[in-house]
C-alpha cells in the first residue's frame, strides 16, 4: 500500500477554502452545494404544487423570477413543465447523486480507509468546481428570455432535439441543461476514478477489505456503477447537443413535421436515446441509494450496540449483487415505448431478481434489531425512516415490473409516489442520517438533538402524507407532468392534490428547522468530542474536526472490522485489544 | 419512548394505507376491453402479494423498534443468523416470480404476443402538438400513402395526404373523434408527425407511445358502449396536460350512421 499523496497544508483563504485540495473541504463544499441545491429543488416544487392544487393563486416572488413564465406569480402551463424539469434535474444530479456520495464520501472515505487524502486531489478538486459549473449552467437557465427546458429530467428526443420549433421551452435552456449534465457527468467521472483507487490504493496497515466500514464499501461499489453510467450519459448528451446545434439527427427521424413545415433531418431514432438514457437511468436510481445503503449500515451498527445480522459480507454482497444487475434493467423504463413486447419480458425478469438482494438488505437491517440496545439519537431514527420508505417504495416495485400491470400504472402518479419513496426520500433520510451523525466530525460541533428529533417526525409524518397519497391516487390512473388537471377522470382529485400540496408545504417548512440546526449548531453547538456516539471507525479516532492530514501525523493499524460492539462496550478498529464481536 | 412513537406511527401509516386499497379509495375505473380483466387480475394478485409484504415489513420493523430500545444487556443476533434472511428473500421473490408470472394472468402475452385479429376495424391514428387525428380508409378499404411533406393543418390536411393523385386517398376519411363498434376487434396504428405522445384509454386498459419515425400497431375489442377519454401520458410540450380526445364505443348501427356522417363531411 502506498502513502498518502502528500502536499503541504494550504496557505490563504483561496487555496484552504475556494480551490482547496483537501479532501474534507471538498467534502463540505459538495455538502453545502446539494443542501443549496435541495432548498432550490424544493422551492420548486412547492411552487409546481401550488399551482396543480390552486391554479389562480399568485405565487409570492415568481412573477419577479420570470415576468415570462409566470406574469404576476401565475405559471404558464410551459413555466410549470419547466420548473418540474429542473426539479427533476437538480434534486437528481446536484442533490441526490451529490450529497451522500460526494458530498460525504469524499469528506469520510479517505479518513475511513487512514489515508491523508484522496489518490488524487487535484482531481478531486476539478470534480467539485466542474460539478458547480454544471449547477451554474442549470441555474442560468432560468435567467434566459426562453426559460428553462420543459422536456422533463429525462429529456426525451425528439422533443427535446429538434429545438425551438417544437415550442417554448426548447430555446438554449435546453442546450445550457446539455452543457450542465456534461460537465455533471465528467465530474462524477473523475470522482469514481478518485474514490476507487483511494479506496484500493490508501488503505492503512491492516485495513483489509473485509475490515472496510460499510460505508466505504457503499461508496466503493458506487463509484463503479457510476463510472459505467455516467460514460453513457455523457456521450448521449453531447449527441443530443449535436443534434440541436450541429445539424446532425443521431436521435431525430426523418419525415417530422412542425408548423405545417417539414423538418431537415433524417435517419435519427428516438428509441435509441430512451435506451441509452435508461442505460445510465436505471442504474443512476442505484447510484443514489447505494451510498445510502452504505449509510445506513454503517450507522446503525453504533445506535443499536451489535453487529449487523450476517456481518460485512451479506449487506455488501446484496450491494454488489444490485450494483450488477441494475445494468441488465433499464428497459423497464420502456415497456409502452414501442419497444419489441418480446423485449419487455426480457427487462421484466432481471428487474423482479434485483429485489432478491434489495430485499436482503432490507431484512439485514429490519432483523438486526433484534435483541439490540437501541440507542434512539436522530441518526438512528433517520436510518429507520429510510428503512420504512425503502420498505414501501419498493413494494410499489413489483408493480412496475411487470409490463401487464405497468401498462397501466405507466406514467400515473403511482410512478412519481414510487421513485420518490424508493430513491428520492429514502436517499434523502440516509443523507440526513449521515449528516447528524457526522456533523460532529465535520465542524467539530454537537447538533441540537430536540430540533433534530423534531425535523424527524415532521418529515416522516410529512413524506408519507405527500407521497402514499400520490402513489395511491395513482391507482385511478392519475397522469402525471400535467400542470393542470381538466381531464373528466382528474377533476375529482383535486381535494387529494390540495391535501398533498398542503402537506408538502409543511413537510417544506419542516426543513427549516433542520437548516436553523445546522447554522446554529455550527457557531454555536456545544463543542464535539473525538467519538461522541461511541463509535469504532477510524473517522472517530481523530479529533473533531481532523487535522489537515487527518491524523496527525500518527501511522495507523487496523485490527478489527467495522463492527466491534456489544451493547455499551466497542472496539476501535485500532484497538489491539481482542475481538468483542467476532467481526 | 422515540422508538415506541416511531412504532406507532409507522402502524398508523400502514393502516391508513391498507384502508385505502381496500376501501377503494382510488382506483381502476370500469374495464371495457377484452383483454382488460386479466390485467386487472394480475394487478389484483400483485396488490394481495405486494400489500402482505409492507404490512408484514412496517409491523416487524415497528415490533422490533418498540421493543428493543434501551440498555438491554448483552445484545443477541436473530436465532439461525442470516442463512435464514437470505433464505427468506429468495423464497418470498421466488413465491412472488411463481404466482405472478406461472400461475398468474399472463396478460402481457395475452395482449402483445397475439397477431391481431384479420377482420379488425384498421384505424389509422396520427399524433401531433396537440391533437390526435384518426383515420378510416373508406369503402375502398384502403388507406392512400402518406406525405409528411403535404401536411397543411389550415388546410385541413392533418395526415399529408395526396387526394389529388392518390385515389386510395380520397376516400380517406379523417376524424377529430374515434368511433368504433362495440365488440368489434380494433386495430390501430399510432404514428406521430412531430415528437412523443401517448394513447392512453384507461378504461381500455391500453396504454402505447407513439414514436416519431414509427408505425406502433396496438389491439383490442371493447365491451361497452360509452364515450372515453383518450388522453396522451408521454410529455409532448406545453399544451400535453390538454392534450385529449374522446373514443366512443357504439352499437353497430350507430356506429355505421356515424361514419356516414363523417365521410359526408369530408
Redesign the interface.
Known amino acids: 500500500m502506498h502513502a498518502a499523496a502528500h502536499h503541504a497544508p494550504p496557505q490563504g483563504f483561496i487555496r484552504k477554502y475556494v480551490f482547496s485540495v483537501d479532501h474534507k473541504v471538498i467534502g463540505i463544499q459538495y455538502t453545502t452545494l446539494s443542501l443549496v441545491a435541495a432548498f432550490v429543488g424544493m422551492a420548486l416544487s412547492w411552487a409546481m404544487r401550488i399551482h396543480l392544487a390552486w391554479p389562480d393563486y399568485h405565487i409570492p416572488l415568481l412573477g419577479w423570477v420570470s415576468p415570462n413564465g409566470a406574469p404576476g406569480g401565475v405559471m404558464?402551463?410551459?413555466y410549470y413543465?419547466s420548473l418540474m424539469t429542473m426539479h427533476g434535474t437538480i434534486m437528481a444530479f446536484f442533490v441526490l447523486t451529490a450529497a451522500p456520495f460526494a458530498g460525504f464520501g469524499n469528506f469520510m472515505l479517505p479518513i475511513q480507509v487512514g489515508a491523508a487524502d484522496m489518490a488524487f486531489p487535484r482531481l478531486n478538486m476539478a470534480s467539485f468546481w466542474v460539478t458547480f459549473t454544471g449547477f451554474l449552467f442549470a441555474c442560468a437557465t432560468f435567467f434566459i428570455p426562453d426559460g428553462p427546458p420543459?422536456?422533463?429530467w429525462t429529456a426525451?428526443a425528439?422533443?427535446s432535439a429538434?429545438g425551438s420549433v417544437?415550442?417554448?421551452?426548447?430555446g438554449w435552456g435546453q442546450n445550457l441543461w446539455g452543457f450542465s449534465i456534461a460537465f455533471f457527468c465528467i465530474a462524477s467521472l473523475l470522482g469514481s476514478l478518485n474514490f476507487i483507487v483511494t479506496t484500493l490504493d490508501l488503505r492503512t496497515k491492516g485495513l483489509k477489505m473485509s475490515r472496510l466500514p460499510l460505508s466505504t464499501w457503499g461508496w466503493f461499489i458506487d463509484a463503479w456503477v457510476s463510472l459505467l453510467a455516467f460514460a453513457v450519459l455523457l456521450p448521449t448528451c453531447l449527441l443530443l447537443v449535436l443534434d440541436r446545434l450541429g445539424g446532425t439527427s443521431f436521435f431525430?427521424?426523418?419525415?417530422?413535421?412542425?408548423n405545417?413545415q417539414?423538418q431537415p433531418h433524417s435517419g435519427?431514432?428516438?428509441?435509441l436515446f430512451q435506451h441509452l438514457f435508461w442505460f445510465f437511468g436505471h442504474p443512476e436510481v442505484y447510484i443514489i441509494i447505494l451510498p445510502a445503503f452504505g449509510i445506513v449500515s454503517h450507522i446503525m451498527p453504533t445506535f443499536?450496540?451489535?453487529?449487523l445480522?450476517?456481518?460485512w459480507k451479506?449487506v455488501t454482497f446484496s450491494e454488489i449483487a444490485v450494483g450488477t444487475l441494475s445494468f441488465v434493467v433499464w428497459g423497464h423504463h420502456m415497456f409502452?415505448?414501442?419497444m419489441s413486447?418480446?423485449m419487455?419480458?426480457v427487462f421484466s425478469v432481471p428487474t423482479?431478481?434485483i429485489?432478491?438482494?434489495s430485499?436482503?438488505a432490507?431484512?439485514?437491517w429490519?432483523?438486526?434489531?433484534?435483541?439490540?440496545?437501541?440507542?434512539?439519537d436522530t441518526p438512528l431514527?433517520y436510518s429507520?425512516g429510510f428503512?420504512?420508505l425503502f420498505?414501501?417504495g419498493g413494494?410499489?416495485g413489483?408493480?412496475l415490473a411487470?409490463?401487464?400491470?405497468d401498462?397501466?400504472l405507466?406514467?400515473?402518479s403511482f410512478v412519481v409516489g414510487h421513485f420518490h419513496f424508493t430513491m428520492g426520500l429514502s436517499a434523502i433520510f440516509a443523507t440526513f442520517a449521515g449528516f447528524y451523525y457526522w456533523f460532529p466530525k465535520m465542524f467539530g460541533r454537537m447538533m441540537n438533538e430536540k430540533l433534530g428529533?423534531l425535523h424527524f417526525?415532521l418529515s416522516?409524518?410529512g413524506v408519507?402524507c405527500v407521497f402514499?397519497t400520490m402513489q395511491?391516487?395513482?391507482?385511478?390512473?392519475a397522469?402525471?407532468?400535467?400542470?393542470?388537471l381538466?381531464?373528466?377522470?382528474m377533476v375529482p382529485?383535486i381535494p387529494?392534490y390540495r391535501f398533498m400540496t398542503v402537506a408538502a408545504l409543511l413537510l417544506g417548512a419542516a426543513q427549516f428547522i433542520f437548516l436553523y440546526n445546522v447554522i446554529w449548531s455550527r457557531f454555536k453547538g456545544p463543542k464535539a468530542p473525538d467519538n461522541p456516539w461511541d463509535a469504532t471507525t477510524l473517522e472517530w479516532d481523530t479529533t473533531s474536526p481532523p487535522p489537515f492530514d487527518n491524523f496527525g501525523g500518527r501511522q495507523l493499524i487496523v485490527h478489527h472490522g467495522p463492527m466491534e460492539?456489544?451493547?455499551?462496550e466497542s472496539l476501535m478498529q485500532t484497538s489491539p485489544k481482542p475481538s468483542i464481536a467476532g467481526t | 419512548m422515540a422508538g415506541k412513537i416511531f412504532a406507532v406511527i409507522v402502524v398508523l401509516v400502514t393502516i391508513a394505507t391498507a384502508y385505502c386499497v381496500i376501501a377503494h379509495v382510488w382506483w381502476m375505473p370500469v374495464d371495457i376491453s377484452v383483454h382488460g380483466p386479466r390485467i386487472d387480475k394480475q394487478l389484483e394478485e400483485t396488490m394481495l402479494v405486494a400489500g402482505l409484504l409492507f404490512i408484514a415489513g412496517q409491523v416487524v420493523l415497528a415490533a422490533f423498534a418498540f421493543l428493543y430500545g434501551g440498555a438491554r444487556g448483552k445484545p443477541k443476533q436473530i436465532p439461525g443468523g442470516a442463512k435464514y434472511l437470505v433464505i427468506l428473500a429468495f423464497a418470498i421473490v421466488g413465491a412472488e416470480i411463481l404466482a405472478l408470472s406461472l400461475v398468474g394472468s399472463k396478460a402481457w402475452g395475452a395482449v402483445y404476443f397475439e397477431a391481431p385479429d384479420p377482420n379488425s376495424l384498421h384505424v389509422d391514428v396520427q399524433a401531433g402538438q396537440f391533437a390526435y387525428y384518426f383515420r378510416y380508409p373508406g369503402p375502398d378499404g384502403t388507406f392512400g400513402t402518406l406525405h409528411p411533406e403535404l401536411i397543411n393543418e389550415g388546410g385541413q390536411n392533418f395526415f399529408g395526404l395526396d387526394t389529388d393523385h392518390d385515389a386510395d386517398a380520397k376516400d380517406d376519411i379523417v376524424t377529430a373523434e374515434i368511433a368504433i363498434p362495440v365488440n368489434q376487434p380494433i386495430l390501430l396504428t399510432l404514428h406521430s408527425k412531430d415528437v412523443g405522445h401517448s394513447f392512453d384509454v384507461r378504461e381500455l386498459r391500453v396504454q402505447q407511445d407513439f414514436v416519431p419515425g414509427m408505425i406502433i400497431p396496438i389491439h383490442f375489442t371493447a365491451t361497452q358502449t360509452g364515450r372515453f377519454e383518450i388522453v396522451c401520458t408521454q410529455l409532448c410540450g406545453l399544451g400535453h396536460y390538454n392534450m385529449k380526445a374522446y373514443l366512443s364505443v357504439l352499437s353497430q348501427a350507430d356506429y355505421d350512421e356515424w361514419l356516414k356522417k363523417q365521410a359526408a363531411m369530408q
Do not use: C
Not at chain 1, 366 to 376: E, K, P, Q, T, W
Open positions: 404558464t402551463p410551459e413543465l420543459l422536456s422533463g426525451y425528439p422533443l429538434v417544437a415550442g417554448p421551452g426548447q431525430i427521424p426523418g419525415g417530422l413535421v412542425f405545417d417539414l435519427g431514432s428516438p428509441l443499536i450496540r451489535k453487529p445480522v450476517g456481518g451479506v409502452v415505448s414501442g413486447p418480446y419487455a419480458m423482479l431478481f429485489t432478491i438482494p430485499i436482503i432490507v431484512l439485514v429490519v432483523f438486526s434489531l433484534y435483541g439490540a440496545n437501541i440507542r434512539f431514527l429507520l428503512i420504512s420498505i414501501t413494494i410499489g413489483f408493480f411487470q409490463p401487464s400491470t401498462s397501466y405507466h406514467a400515473t428529533k417526525w416522516f409524518v408519507y402514499i395511491l391516487t395513482g391507482m385511478t390512473g397522469v402525471r407532468r400535467y400542470s393542470a381538466v381531464d373528466d377522470f382529485l387529494a460492539y456489544d451493547g455499551d
